[in-house]
């Protein structure tokens, strides 16, 4: 099932209040597209709030727009649970009870649908959109609601993000054509939405990418590099995790680089990102280990101690370098 | 006067050999617009290359596409010196003889025009694009040229450096207008440019980098900060100026800075890149020591020591983040 925009923008006239849900570490692409649709719904007369359960990365702040609420009780009769950017239960851990108050259910996403856990009342993938934000849009436009200067702000910030500032290759045509609208947004400043996202970064976080860069390690002739943020790297240079974000475009831009990975090691797991640069395929390789994503840029969990899955992953990595 | 490209269209039809200037220290757009305008030429039978005199950035290289050469003899009768990018003698140094050789002179480039001191026989200006490539794509389009893959990359690669990749606040919908062109072209992989320009850092930059991060100096409550590459430090690195083109980018994502300056230590002189992140004019600045260049976005030189260049410059930089 796939459902039209049409289809979902004429349900969601009808229905008064929603909680809308991003997924789990949430990113520019997943919190952009839930503000500027509570935004868009809110400026019908409906109720509507982000619900979260994790604080906003710092640099992603402006995002909230006054949407976002940790409090599902900030609504009393949920019409519609929403689910944004992701399509299973997994992704909004520790807010499945919330979700399920909802007395219909859905689901917006651009990502690979895998087998998802929950019953949808409304349900649209759209995997060829470079960002969820690309499909907000043009749900926005079929609600008849007018692109205002906070949705612009929303959605640029979602899909410059989701497309590595419209250079990986899942940008396409439409993904300029629906940015290409925001400058006729009066008001619009790309520049000043982008220096927010990226232009916030301290000097502690600068010095730990200096330490995390010159303890990289490289496998198969220099076509993998792996990086790694500890936890102790997070207190020795008092800094949180979404602050080395950044740090995987930084490995990727090694010349002779095909395939980066960064293990991130939460307080519950280790958390990797990975990226192919020409010709690997990363999802391949995230699949293998429960993970998944795009052909290149996937990701995948492991609970084991970090060592443990560099064991693991690493020999995966250089498989998927040989052409 | 400011021709029309149809009119220049016109002009161009009717020659049939075209040297084009790019200015010195190329860049991205620099380059891109004169191979892309190059590789137009020469399908409509043209006799047409690329005049430099110093070797491409290794980033660049693949925007030479066979079009560039060091000696102006490989056109015996020039019909026409074409300049672009650039609009004055001092940005062709070193060729301004070549450049007199030809029969009608002319000039396209979007920078701000101070004196030339060139008769040019045409000339466009247009501060309000983006990139030199917009214009170059609008001319190609009158030059009834079909946009190929060739044209597409260098085109993409000229618009995209230039809007620091369509996050400054040049870029209007007409660039995001241009590059979605680009995706209807067969092969056309924006991923696939943009990791040979961006992601062929190679490990003794990166090193480099380190060592100017970690040896930058802030002024004005931090609102100012200052990074330097000497020669001392391109030996130390193995190291060449055009792999530290990204380190004001750097420089600029420092949260609370709104006021970058980098020093560029050559053979010759000092190079200042400065860049405005919010509210500063650094245009104003470069202008008081003879430089120039966009309000966010600008360049002085020095023909003094380092130390003195900061001296002079610093003081300047501090008074322009007093709002």
Known sequence: ??????????????INSVLIYPHINMDGDALGSCSALCLALRSLGKKAYVMISEPV??????????????????IED?????????????????????????????????????????????FRSEPKSAATGEIIYQLIRNLGVEINLDIANCLFAAITTDTGNFQHNNTTKRSHDI???????AGF??????????????????????KILSALEFHADGKVAVGAVTQALLTECHCTMDEAEGMIQRIMSIDGVEVG?????????IRVSLRGKYYA???????????????????????TPLATAKEQLIPELVKAVKK
């Open 281 to 303: 395929n990363v999802a391949a390789v995230a699949t293998v280990f429960g993970g998944g994503g795009h052909i290149k840029a996937a990701g995948c969990t492991f609970n």
């Open 179 to 185: 940015v290409g609208h925001f400058y006729q947004v």
């Open 1 to 14: 099932m796939n459902d039209s925009l049409r289809s979902i923008a004429t349900i969601m006239k009808d």
């Open 57 to 74: 990365p710092k640099n992603l702040d402006f995002l909230e727009c006054g949407c976002t609420t940790t409090d599902d009780s900030v």
């Open 78 to 122: 949920v019409e519609l649970s929403l689910m944004l950017d992701c399509n299973s239960s997994n992704r909004i851990v520790g807010r499945e009870a919330a979700f399920e108050r909802g007395r219909l259910k859905g689901c917006i996403d651009h990502h690979a649908v895998g087998v998802t856990d929950i019953k949808f009342d409304f």
């Open 261 to 269: 990975a960064l293990f991130k090691e939460t307080t519950d797991n």
């Open 189 to 210: 400043d790309s520049k000043a939405i982008s220096a927010l996202i990226y232009d916030r970064q301290s000097k502690e976080a600068l010095m730990m990418e200096g």
